[in-house]
């Protein structure tokens, strides 16, 4: 992993959720989610659920071409994490990039354990 940007973080009784940003060494972008605890097992029978959406090295540069484009900023890594980072900052953020790659036409994807 070289970058990483904490997209949305909820901590309470029973709950705890992480959505992070992430550039891999391979060029890909991961967005990964993680969410533990007793509600978390209440509804799914286990006390953890990761879920993930991967990005390879083209279509993260379909991407950033895309957003460099179409709202000015650089074409760069750091750049990608900052605005996503910028936008995609609620409990929703995950269902909404998924939403975002789909509507520019950039594959990716979904895993989840």
């Given at each position: ?8 973080e ?47 090295k ?56």
């Amino acid at each position: 992993m070289m970058g990483q940007k904490t997209l949305y973080e909820d901590k309470r009784e029973g709950l705890h959720v992480v959505i992070t940003a992430e550039e891999r060494e391979s060029g890909a972008l991961v967005i990964a989610g993680y969410d533990v605890g007793e509600i978390v097992k209440s509804i799914r029978g286990d006390s953890d659920y990761e879920y993930y959406l991967s990005v390879n090295k083209d279509e993260v540069q379909k991407l950033m071409h895309k957003i460099s484009t179409e709202q000015g900023i650089a074409p760069n890594f750091p750049a990608l994490l900052d605005w996503l980072a910028a936008r995609y900052d609620d409990e929703y953020c995950f269902s909404k990039i998924q939403a975002l790659l789909k509507e520019m036409g950039v594959e990716a994807e979904f895993s989840c354990w």
